[in-house]
Every structure is written in structure tokens, then in C-alpha cells.
């Protein structure tokens, strides 16, 4: 059974940049892909970007295209979100998340495997 959890949330200024870390435990195959979801107070989580284990193949919102990037290290099971130029806009908790044979890496409703979340808050 697979286990996610999160690090490297916290509080920054716009502008800013975070980096958050997923650690994996337990087998995840090239089957797999893993992702970055948001979910912002008042509003529904939202995919931010998605890595296929099989191939390292990504995907991002348009929203954070050019300030994020994903990625992934398979010896130590752990995935990576570097964020840059950080806005408000950003704030919220961000959950790793994993699934198999998923179509579309943005699509929250794909993944079944979800970390406890991390709070990032980004003041302007």
C-alpha cells in the first residue's frame, strides 16, 4: 500500500518561492503517476501538476506554467514541487497524490492515493 507525505510548506512573501517534497512508501511502478492538487479556502482542490513515473513526462496549469516545476527522484521514492514567483493566488494546501493508468495528470478525481496536505500561505 502506498503512503505519501508532505514537507516544505510554509508562509512567504509574493514573489517567493517554496519548495515542497513527497515521500513515497511502498511500490510505485511505472504504472504510476503522482501529482501536485490545491485546494484554496472556499473552493474545489485544482490539479497543479502531475509527473509519470514511467517516463518523467509533465504537465501543468496553465496557471503556474514557467513559475512551477515537478519532478521527481525514483531512487528515494520523492517528488518535488519547486515553486517560484509565488502569488497570493497560491495560497492554499497542497496534497501530494498518486494513482494508476491515469489519463489525465490535472484531474484530482483520478488520483486515490493522497498525502495528509501542506499549508502553503503566500501575503502580498
Known amino acids: 500500500q502506498v503512503q505519501l507525505v508532505e514537507s516544505g510548506g510554509g508562509s512567504v512573501q509574493a514573489g517567493g518561492s517554496l519548495r515542497l517534497s513527497c515521500a513515497a512508501s511502498g511500490s510505485t511502478d511505472s504504472t504510476y503517476s503522482m501529482g501536485w492538487v490545491r485546494q484554496a479556502p472556499g473552493k474545489e482542490r485544482e490539479g497543479v501538476a502531475g509527473?509519470?513515473?514511467?517516463?518523467?513526462?509533465?504537465t501543468y496549469v496553465d496557471s503556474v506554467k514557467g513559475r512551477f516545476t515537478i519532478s521527481q527522484d525514483k531512487a528515494k521514492k520523492m517528488i518535488y514541487l519547486q515553486m517560484n514567483s509565488l502569488k497570493p493566488e497560491d495560497t492554499g494546501v497542497y496534497y501530494c497524490?498518486?494513482?494508476?493508468?491515469?489519463?489525465?495528470?490535472?484531474?484530482?478525481?483520478?488520483?486515490?492515493?493522497w498525502g495528509q496536505g501542506t499549508q502553503v500561505t503566500v501575503s502580498s
Open positions: 509527473i509519470s513515473v514511467r517516463d518523467s513526462s509533465t
Open positions: 497524490a498518486a494513482g494508476r493508468y491515469i489519463a489525465s495528470m490535472l484531474d484530482s478525481y483520478e488520483y486515490d492515493i
